[in-house]
């Protein structure tokens, strides 16, 4: 597949593909939402592999413009929304609604407001994109996403006031030396189940990939242009 970026902006990196692995594995089926979905690659590389109807939304004219051409250069078919995601109406309930957040404290800043915007969470905070992400979900309709490990806990606690239950989650590691840096997580509504802690991703192995990681970079075979 072939994705287009802005070169002087924000650029999907590992986080996007290793969500895309981690939510591919629960075999994601009819409605689906992707929050923020910057240049599209999330949610299309999920539309180019499940039988999905897929609902794209960003805050940025910019993104929209770009997942519109990635769309149709790969031949997928999406409704992509330039709203604001707190604000976003509509009659239809979700099955799944996917994201990656903007989960950077906004203390130190991009000058760069297309980097700024897709970073940093005051443009999108947990609590509302969490309690938003419930009132569009159908009944057992699943939230996956993913966060700053280090604010696990404050995750846990916005999703249990939301009543949506986590049902997987998997911490990424930059190195089998360093500390998690990142948490992919599988929540559900109606749901009860006992939370299915996964194996961690290691991202690298001294300065090449870990075989995990490789596998999942040879799987979506990217092709990416930066204008």
Do not use: W
């Not at 597949?1 to 075999?27: A, E, P, R, W």
């Not at 089998?176 to 194996?199: C, D, F, G, T, Y």
């Not at 490789?214 to 075979?221: C, H, L, M, S, T």
Request: proline share 3%; with cysteine; hydrophobic share 35%.
């Amino acid at each position: 597949m072939v994705f287009y970026q802005k070169k002087d902006g924000y650029c999907y990196n590992s986080d996007t593909l290793f969500l895309y692995d981690f939510i591919s594995s629960f075999n994601p089926q009819n409605n689906l939402l992707d929050i923020g979905s910057g240049c599209g690659i999330l949610g299309l590389l999920l539309k180019n592999k499940f039988n999905i109807n897929l609902d794209q939304i960003d805050i940025q004219e910019e993104n929209i413009n770009l997942n519109k051409k990635n769309a149709n250069i790969n031949n997928l078919e999406s409704n992509i929304y330039f709203n604001d995601f707190s604000k976003y109406k509509t009659s239809i309930k979700y099955d799944f609604i996917v994201s990656n957040p903007p989960y950077y404290e906004s203390s130190i800043k991009s000058q760069n407001s297309h980097l700024a915007i897709s970073r940093y969470n005051e443009y999108l905070n947990l609590e509302d994109l969490i309690k938003h992400s419930n009132t569009l979900l159908k009944p057992s309709g699943e939230f996956i996403f993913c966060y700053d490990a280090r604010l696990f806990d404050k995750v846990v606690n916005v999703l249990t006031k939301y009543k949506l239950n986590i049902c997987d989650i998997k911490f990424v590691h930059p190195t089998s030396e360093k500390k998690a840096k990142l948490v992919l997580i599988r929540s559900k509504k109606s749901s009860h189940s006992i939370m299915n802690v996964h194996p961690s991703l290691i991202a690298t192995n001294g300065n090449i990939n870990s075989i995990q990681a490789q596998k999942i970079f040879n799987e979506v075979k990217l092709d990416s242009i930066k204008i």
